[in-house]
């Protein structure tokens, strides 16, 4: 029996599974009936239900379809992969038959549907906006889903609900139900969903708490796993200490660890150029930190200046790690994360690339308690200064992903933060921040970055309090040559992600460098066309220059008066204009941290940190976040134009997120196209690649029109596949910001 054969009778054999989750869930996208109903009215006017987003007919919002080929292609490929793929922003590539899409050195070449089914090679088209490709499905992939559809019905991650969020971004933009993805139906003819969850766990406080943003005591004070400089419970050196990680990141830097730290907060100490931008010395670094845990760690501390007077911390003896002032407030999964690029060097805001497993992040405020490591939450000197540690997830591929996705889901099955529930959870952590967990990384460490968030460094006399935000990464970042390579050694300072140097800053907005940005690279990224406030979604890079200036910044500062988002007031009162100059100014740190997100204490948010450091354990954590609570969303206002409300509920964007990964995601065989393809289609003479022509001067970027074309385009393939990858269905997707 064939592979072929076998996806066939593998549709069969599931059929008794899909008849159960039929029964129990049925298959229309009518709108829900037997919903828990939100309140229609709430007493915060920045939280609205959830339950009063609109509802999307699930046809509509379904994005990715699979069908049974009547036979395999030439390169034995099972199934066609229909993807809905948004308008072209060049309107050139409006009638394509062909799209070009992903990295140059990986392309993907997709067909539109329309014209497949004209030459027969499908037998209907699911719709004028998809756009196929080919792929394989495994032939147990299917009834595996069916199964982990009947898992969620059977309660094993609490309450269900046959509704799904659908998020434009990281907003909020209605209510949908998907059909059950079935091998009954999973036919030649019949194109049926191979992502999406119809049936899903309810969002709660519950959910998000066990497997994505922990901060129980449970967790973050385990007295096997931690140490409290405050109280002094706990265990020096335990798997989720500040000591472990850093234990862990310098093997192979070619120093101690207790010297690794001392050197990363010596960076403080100093004014230090990163990409030509000055980021003034703080050096209330060594009064507040350095000096005290000197003090406790039976050592002294002084602070002096070396021949070319710069100022240099001298120790006695070796700083405590066990003892150090970074106390754990939570251990985040940010498996939302999972992709490795947001946008640039790329055929359009449309790719196909490697899934990886996101982002691992333990979250640390620095304290300074008296007595050290004796007293109490009175005691305990908290400060307005967190520490984030931003591992990435090691591995790639949809088997990885789905993999590290169900460890996390299976959290939720324990009875609370139970001695089981914590184990697993260590084995998890330790798996990412162990030394020789990425041996591709600087001191085979995975750590992406390091970053900091602080304005207890200027709350001294003689300083202007104000927020600042740094980025430190074990890679040697080079603004000149426009690379950033892994490098072994110290924690280097870095330039921080999408945030521009502070010298860009014109409070009226009128920064001509920063409007170029917004009303060019912001706004050629955009996804047509844009509905404000439902369709907002962009794919840019900050580069290091812009238009001869030096642009992406070394710092971000913030404050309640000053740059707490970014005008540009040459950005139109258009739909393009508005969401442009939104996704710039919310992807910033500044942004993110202050107006944008309306972590400003709109509503009663939080300040400046998405986890408040000042608040007892556990941890207040902002709006944004939580949208004001389980099914709710927070509306914040769009800081430039005053309208649209943009609606954030992140916590529920990233549960939903996790299941249709470790629950509802088909895993596809799928060729990747070599470069030389792109060649072949410049000898056709057209590459019906979404970008800007300056971008990409050596293509000749045209439509594909003619159905003979089409037939030739496909008759390439088999001449230039690569080699066969594990990929998630929706592999081919719009590139989307989201860094913080």
């Not at 199934?79 to 993907?108: C, E, F, K, Y």
């Not at 300072?493 to 920063?514: I, K, M, N, Q």
Request: charged share 15%.
């Amino acid at each position: 029996m064939t592979q072929y054969d076998h996806v066939k009778a593998s549709c069969r054999r599931a059929m008794t599974v899909a008849a159960a989750v039929f029964a129990l869930h049925g298959c229309s996208s009518d709108p829900p009936t037997d919903e828990i109903q939100a309140p229609a009215t709430t007493a915060d006017p920045t939280t609205m239900p959830i339950a009063q987003l609109p509802f999307i007919d699930g046809a509509s919002a379904t994005q990715v379809l699979g069908e049974l080929l009547a036979k395999p292609t030439a390169l034995g490929e099972t199934t066609a992969l229909h993807v809905r793929l948004p308008a072209p922003n060049n309107p050139q590539l409006a009638d394509s038959l062909v799209r070009v899409i992903g990295p140059p050195d990986s392309p993907q070449v997709l067909f539109r549907s329309d014209a497949l089914a004209q030459l027969g090679v499908i037998a209907k088209s699911p719709g004028k906006d998809f756009f196929t490709t080919f792929a394989t499905l495994s032939p147990d992939e299917l009834g595996a889903l069916e199964q982990n559809a009947a898992q969620i019905a059977q309660g094993a991650f609490g309450d269900t609900t046959r509704e799904s969020v659908v998020f434009d971004g990281r907003s909020p933009i209605g209510r949908t139900m998907y059909p059950p993805i079935s091998g009954v139906v999973f036919r030649p003819g019949a194109s049926v969903p191979i992502r999406g969850c119809s049936i899903r766990p309810v969002s709660t406080l519950a959910g998000w708490g066990k497997s994505l943003f922990i901060t129980d005591p449970a967790v973050v004070q385990d007295p096997a796993r931690t140490w409290d400089p405050c109280t002094g419970a706990g265990t020096r050196g335990g798997a989720w200490t500040f000591d472990h990680l850093m234990r862990e990141m310098a093997i192979g830097s070619t120093t101690t660890a207790e010297s690794f730290v001392t050197q990363w907060l010596s960076q403080w100490l100093n004014t230090y150029p990163v990409n030509s931008d000055n980021v003034a010395a703080r050096t209330q670094m060594f009064n507040q930190v350095i000096q005290p845990w000197a003090t406790a760690s039976g050592v002294t501390a002084t602070l002096g200046v070396d021949a070319s007077g710069r100022r240099v911390v001298n120790l006695s003896g070796p700083l405590n790690l066990g003892i150090a002032p970074f106390r754990l407030v939570a251990i985040v999964n940010r498996i939302d994360l999972g992709k490795t690029t947001t946008g640039g060097g790329l055929y359009g805001p449309v790719t196909g690339l490697p899934e990886t497993p996101g982002e691992l992040r333990f979250i640390f405020d620095v304290v300074q308690p008296n007595p050290w490591g004796g007293g109490n939450e009175g005691t305990c000197g908290k400060k307005q200064f967190t520490t984030i540690f931003e591992y990435g997830v090691p591995g790639e591929g949809c088997r990885r992903v789905v993999s590290w996705a169900k460890q996390w889901t299976s959290l939720l099955a324990f009875p609370g933060f139970t001695a089981a529930y914590r184990a697993q959870l260590q084995a998890m952590t330790e798996s990412v921040v162990r030394h020789g967990a990425d041996p591709a990384k600087g001191n085979q460490n995975a750590i992406n970055q390091i970053r900091t968030n602080e304005i207890a460094l200027t709350l001294a006399p003689g300083f202007s309090p104000q927020w600042e935000l740094r980025e430190f990464t074990l890679t040697n970042e080079q603004p000149a040559a426009n690379i950033d390579p892994p490098a072994n050694g110290p924690i280097r300072t870095h330039t921080v992600a999408l945030t521009p140097d502070e010298a860009r800053f014109s409070a009226a907005g009128a920064d001509p460098t920063v409007n170029a940005f917004v009303n060019g690279p912001v706004t050629a990224g955009l996804r047509l066309p844009v509905v404000l406030p439902n369709q907002c979604d962009t794919s840019f890079t900050m580069p290091f220059i812009f238009a001869g200036q030096q642009f992406r910044g070394g710092n971000a500062l913030t404050s309640g008066i000053g740059a707490d988002f970014w005008r540009a007031n040459a950005a139109p009162a258009t739909p393009n204009g508005i969401c442009a100059r939104h996704q710039f100014s919310l992807n910033t740190c500044h942004g993110c941290h202050r107006a944008d997100s309306g972590t400003n204490g709109l509503g009663g948010s939080t300040n400046f940190v998405h986890a408040n450091p000042l608040s007892t354990i556990p941890v207040n954590l902002s709006k944004f976040l939580t949208g004001g609570g389980p099914g709710m969303t927070f509306n914040v206002n769009d800081t430039q134009f005053g309208a649209p409300a943009w609606p954030f509920a992140d916590l529920d964007r990233r549960l939903q997120r996790l299941f249709d990964l470790s629950h509802c995601t088909a895993c596809l065989r799928l060729f990747p196209l070599l470069p030389k393809m792109v060649d072949q289609l410049q000898a056709l003479g057209a590459v019906p690649a979404d970008v800007n022509p300056a971008d990409f001067p050596n293509l000749k970027i045209a439509p594909i029109t003619d159905l003979a074309a089409v037939q030739k385009v496909l008759d390439l393939r088999s001449q230039f596949a690569g080699a066969v990858r594990d990929e998630p269905a929706d592999v081919i997707r719009s590139v989307e910001i989201a860094v913080h």
